[in-house]
């Protein structure tokens, strides 16, 4: 075992688009688990969108992380030495440490991975926080009908692919934005989608939509915001009902970002629409993680991984999310499972 | 019994605010009832801010108003003549009829007005539709509970004045949103509001809202839109609800109104935005107008009307509205009953 831990910290509360100066890399020893606790070297770490906003000050459903503070991500590593947890060393775990080699953690703050459920990177893709996020949004808010159409923005991304799968399972019509031709093969040939948007090949949303959605759109999980989401608001039937999950494309703007006002849209259609956050719903969280599981077995879900390689890697991983370079879940592989 | 009837007509689509050229005074015989219909003489007419979308050409929830034809409202009149209907000459009648002196009309289209229950022109307010669009929008969509914080805005007009009221009965603090001291003067002293903002002497609503609503909103009924309710929305606690039932502030925009983008506010809170239309609720009518009654019987609902005289003031009464010009239901006094 290395002595050295490297750890990011937030050195610097971006204004905007984080870059350099708002990640700083320190290496201190590696910590000693204390009484109940577990020391993890990390294997895989999770950057996530909504990470952007606990870099900020504001207020926000989660509190801020503080400046000179380590970054926090979703883990899934290996514990090393335990001292009176209840996991012993070699165990597989997931849970919120650090951007970091290694970290201590509480047992109690820690879930173990079963590696015999799949890749134990899944942990933090399709059966972990991303996949929870689509299973409770698209059930239990965007509640996609058999004849509808639901329509999702951030497609390819961790949550908004399997969002559409799950739609799909529900016999709804299927349409996806996404930002590559590429992602919309994706899209529509391996996830079975009935239509993908390049949205970086037009700038006119709605025409797009009028062929992808003719009947309009029932049910939208978006993950964007934005012009998308105008376009979107603009074929809402009915009765529509949307999820807001996610506004990726509006976190990193300086000024307040302003659009067209849409709420006697909302009138028009008595449509709903309601924001979420997946740890509302930590009580069914087995429930999700089981009924994923057992689709990702069947073959009825299919997800993908980008994965960047080395600690060094997350600050540009973390970036990226917001140029839309992965395709799936954006992972960071930090170490080599030693088992 | 005259033999000349006035009728306006839509003589032009408006570009924003309707004006003059707007509206076109028409004179024609009375008409004559067809079999099963009845010849109506208004006493009362309705003018709703919803009307301002029917000028348009563009969709709506219901089909526009054509260029030539008559003005459609809310009116409470006396059977002149009954061809076979289920009316009898003097039979007082509500329905949706013309900005006109006499309308003809089928025996289905109309409802009794029964003078024994109060005013007859409350069948156009607090017992007719803005009453039941109140009591809908605020028991089932803005559900405010014992402990709440419930703000409405256009707190003085037709609908918001009875849906504050609501609001109270379920024990929530009532705050409102009006344009004149005299309206909030109404609120708190008449209808028993706990704050009155009058939105005209600041252009802070959220440093008003600090103060009326130092809890934050929990319940927000919306009949105006814009620049309020971005500040309301900015006060919104974790599982609000927001009812729309109009955007007053905005039916007369001559570009598309713009403003902040507010959706990330939703996922912080989890708050479900819902736009409704009370003729969704056509089959609880009865049980709204009932209970309605009863608490305006008892005194537990109070209400205002604003009447201007003649058919002629129609179309300044209709402008009126986007002025704030009423206080509580704006009438229209076409003419006298003759029973």
Request: hydrophobic residues 35%; charged residues 30%.
């Amino acid at each position: 075992m290395a002595d050295t831990n490297r750890k990011y910290l937030l050195a610097k509360r971006p204004d905007g688009t984080p870059d350099e100066d708002t990640f700083e890399l320190v290496e201190e020893d590696v910590p000693e688990p204390g009484p109940g606790e577990v020391l993890v070297r990390t294997l895989y770490l999770s950057v996530d969108p909504y990470m952007r906003g606990r870099m900020d000050a504001g207020e926000s459903y989660a509190d801020p992380w503080e400046v000179g503070d380590p970054l926090r991500a979703g883990v899934v590593g290996e514990v090393v030495e335990s001292n009176g947890s209840r996991f012993e060393a070699g165990d597989v775990v997931t849970g919120n440490l650090h951007w970091a080699d290694y970290a201590t953690a509480r047992g109690s703050e820690l879930q173990e991975v079963n590696p015999d459920l799949g890749p134990i990177s899944t942990a933090l893709g399709v059966l972990g926080m991303p996949g929870r996020t689509a299973y409770f949004g698209t059930r239990e808010v965007a509640e996609p009908k058999a004849g509808d159409t639901f329509v999702v923005t951030g497609a390819a991304g961790a949550v908004g692919s399997v969002a559409g799968q799950i739609a799909k399972r529900s016999g709804a019509r299927v349409v996806g934005f996404a930002g590559s031709d590429e992602k919309v093969a994706f899209l529509e040939d391996d996830l079975g989608f009935d239509a993908g948007i390049n949205y970086k090949e037009t700038d006119d949303y709605r025409a797009a939509l009028d062929e992808a959605a003719p009947d309009g759109v029932d049910s939208y999980f978006d993950n964007v915001g934005g012009p998308i989401t105008d376009a979107v608001f603009s074929k809402l039937n009915v009765d529509a009902r949307v999820a807001v999950c996610g506004q990726i494309s509006l976190y990193n703007a300086e000024e307040m970002p302003t659009g067209p006002r849409k709420l006697g849209k909302l009138i028009e259609t008595r449509a709903r629409v309601e924001g979420f956050l997946v740890g509302d719903f930590a009580p069914r969280f087995e429930e999700a993680t089981r009924r994923l599981g057992e689709w990702v077995a069947e073959g009825e879900i299919q997800y993908r991984e980008t994965v960047t390689d080395g600690l060094e890697s997350a600050p540009d991983a973390f970036l990226g999310l917001f140029e839309g370079e992965n395709i799936g879940k954006q992972l960071v592989k930090v170490g080599e499972r030693e088992a």
